[in-house]
């Protein structure tokens, strides 16, 4: 499975658009792309999925450019309740089932 | 929304111990997982199961792992002999198809060896 590259951490204020991108040179045709949110001590809760272009639902959206070698989480209008580690993942549309997690990216939103 | 529920939330054992850990995975999903995370490591896959047999597993999860679905609502993870450095979280997780679709986790159980 192809390696995924996110920032280690990120601040923000409440408020604001967070931008998160996730680099993922190596994609194969049949990976898609996944984002997961984890708070301490909890399961991760899975965001927003893509292939390609953009992909909006009610708590994200998902930019990915044509070469889709990287991504872009967009969290609108974050909340202190936003502070979470945040995980892109690649989704292998084939045989395999699993998920492959990384270190993440831990957003900190501060009042 | 349907969860995927974990009990117990907090398990303690001794070390040589037998654990099972139980989940009930959303009652239409027919795929369901492991993962564990160790303190402030990452989510690491031990195994995946469909149709009722073991579908791919990791290195972790080896002989002393075992995975059943006794019956048409629970999954289950037993630890035959635990040891210490078993004590992380362990997260079910269940999909109603592909991994690209979302996984839905459980809250975890805390599984402390001492």
């Known amino acids: 499975l192809a390696k995924t590259t996110q920032p280690i951490s990120m601040d923000s204020y409440e408020g604001q658009e967070v931008n998160i991108t996730c680099s993922h040179n190596n994609i194969a045709t049949n990976d898609y792309i996944t984002w997961y949110q984890q708070f301490p001590s909890q399961g991760p809760r899975f965001i927003i999925q893509?292939?390609?272009t953009k992909v909006t639902n009610e708590v994200a959206s998902l930019f990915i450019p044509a070469d889709r070698k990287s991504s872009t989480l967009s969290l609108p209008r974050v909340s202190l309740s936003d502070t979470a580690v945040y995980y892109c993942l690649l989704a292998y549309g084939g045989a395999t089932n699993k998920l492959i997690f990384g270190t993440g990216t831990l957003l900190a939103v501060q009042p | 929304e349907p969860e995927v529920t974990q009990t117990p939330s907090h398990q303690v054992t001794q070390m040589g111990q037998e654990v099972i850990l139980r989940c009930v995975p959303i009652s239409n999903h027919l795929y369901f997982y492991w993962y564990r995370q160790i303190l402030g490591q990452k989510v690491e896959f031990l195994v995946s199961?469909?149709?009722?047999?073991?579908?791919?597993k990791s290195e972790i999860f080896d002989d002393q792992f075992s995975v059943e679905r006794p019956d048409g609502s629970n999954f289950t993870l037993k630890i035959r002999s635990t040891k210490l450095e078993d004590s992380a979280m362990y997260f079910c997780?269940?999909?109603?198809?592909?991994?690209?679709?979302?996984?839905?986790f459980g809250s975890g159980t805390r599984l402390t060896v001492v």
């Open positions: 997780a269940s999909s109603a198809d592909r991994a690209r679709y979302g996984y839905t």
């Open positions: 199961f469909y149709n009722n047999e073991i579908s791919e």
């Open positions: 893509g292939y390609k």
